[in-house]
């Protein structure tokens, strides 16, 4: 079993920063690509970003490219989302979540089996 708690959600004007971070448990984790996804009110959860089991490797979401970046650390089992030059449209609830099984940087929400329970993320302008 995974289990996985994000934190470093707030408020943050437009143009500013945050990371938020993501902590494992299990046994899982480090054998396993992680995801960030986000889902705003009324609209569906949507890709952000992953990271391959190794770290070596990353994808991200058009929207976010260039201003986002995920890093893993396996010995500490957390993965790490730094958002930069935020935009009022990043407002919404960020999620992880792990593919067990997978391999590379998987971009669909039905190849993640377990999530966390999400951090809000509100950007003003």
């Known amino acids: 079993q995974v289990q996985l708690v994000e934190s470093g959600g707030g408020l943050v004007q437009a143009g500013g920063s945050l990371r938020l971070s993501c902590a494992a448990s299990?046994?899982?984790?480090?054998?396993?690509?992680m995801g960030w996804f986000r889902q705003a009110p009324g609209k569906e959860r949507e890709f952000v970003g992953a990271?391959?089991?190794?770290?070596?490797?990353?994808s991200y979401a058009d929207s976010v490219k260039g201003r986002f970046t995920i890093s893993r650390d396996n010995a500490k089992n957390t993965v790490d989302l730094q958002m930069n030059s935020l935009k009022p449209e990043d407002t919404a609830v960020y999620y992880c979540?792990?593919?067990?099984?997978?391999?590379?940087?998987?971009?669909?929400?039905?190849?993640?089996?377990?999530w966390g329970q999400g951090t809000q993320v509100t950007v003003s302008s």
């Open positions: 979540a792990v593919a067990p099984g997978r391999i590379g940087v998987p971009g669909r929400i039905y190849e993640y089996e377990y």
């Open positions: 299990g046994r899982t984790f480090n054998m396993s690509p």
């Open positions: 990271i391959s089991r190794s770290g070596l490797s990353t």
